[in-house]
């Protein structure tokens, strides 16, 4: 089975602070998403990683960077959290882009970071 | 652009009654979709997906959407809802390969409720 995990469940932040959120995938997938939910929104993409390195902005990256040095982890920082960053975040990986087949548009989705900033 | 409209936030049936979350899709060509899944306090799992083969697609627990070109929908149906439904659901388009990678717009999500 193919297992994301996401470092931490919940997370309460200050203002300002730094945040760092990390994902790690274990099925050598090359496509990692971070997005994050907020009801009634549903998902929106953040920033997504089609191999090592490489990054693309998804469609909301304002006040969001990501890193990824190596192929099962892909890392959101949050430079100056904000009180409007208080969201669920969450991590997704899939196979390199097909137009078909069984894994056509399948994303596996880690379990989901809860962050508060206060 | 691709987009999805749920069409209801929320929907509440009683255990034993079908079910049907309605979805709306908008498409600039023929399109994969997708229904997701989340159970409280658990991951995204993918219920079923439509990508140009038979119209109407199986998933798992019972679930099937019909995809209708006509109309440009995509609905789920369930003939009999199971307390173990109760979840969020959402309805999902492929936007297409970009840079290798293959991104989802996901719709508002419909809140399922199951009662006795």
């Known amino acids: 089975d193919v297992k994301v995990t996401q470092s931490s469940r919940y997370l309460v932040k200050r203002t300002g602070e730094k945040v760092f959120l990390e994902c790690v995938q274990d099925?050598?997938?090359?496509?990692m998403f971070w997005y994050r939910q907020d009801p009634g929104l549903g998902l929106r993409l953040i920033y997504f990683?089609?191999?090592?390195?490489?990054?693309e902005k998804g469609d909301i990256p304002e006040g969001y960077s990501v890193s990824r040095e190596k192929k099962e982890r892909f890392s959101l920082i949050l430079e100056s959290a904000s009180t409007n960053q208080t969201s669920m975040y969450l991590c997704?990986?899939?196979?390199?882009?097909?137009?078909?087949?069984?894994?056509?548009?399948?994303?596996?989705f880690g379990p989901g970071t809860r962050l508060l900033v206060l | 652009a691709q987009s999805v409209t749920q069409l209801d936030s929320h929907v509440s049936v009683s255990e034993g009654t079908p079910v049907l979350l309605r979805c709306n899709y908008s498409?600039?060509?023929?399109?994969?979709l997708f229904w997701y899944v989340q159970h409280p306090n658990k991951g995204l799992q993918l219920l079923l997906k439509?990508?140009?083969?038979?119209?109407l697609v199986k998933g798992i627990n019972g679930f099937e959407a019909e995809f209708k070109k006509s109309e440009t929908s995509f609905h789920l149906t369930k003939p009999s809802a199971h307390m173990s439904d109760a979840a969020e659901y959402f309805c999902?388009?492929?936007?297409?390969?970009?840079?290798?990678?293959?991104?989802?717009?996901f719709g508002t999500g419909t809140q399922l409720k199951v009662e006795l």
């Open positions: 439509y990508t140009s083969a038979a119209t």
């Open positions: 099925m050598d997938h090359e496509n």
């Open positions: 999902v388009v492929t936007r297409g390969l970009t840079g290798g990678g293959n991104k989802l717009t």
């Open positions: 997704a990986s899939s196979p390199l882009g097909v137009t078909s087949g069984s894994t056509h548009g399948t994303q596996y």
């Open positions: 990683s089609y191999d090592v390195k490489m990054k």
């Open positions: 498409s600039s060509y023929s399109p994969s």
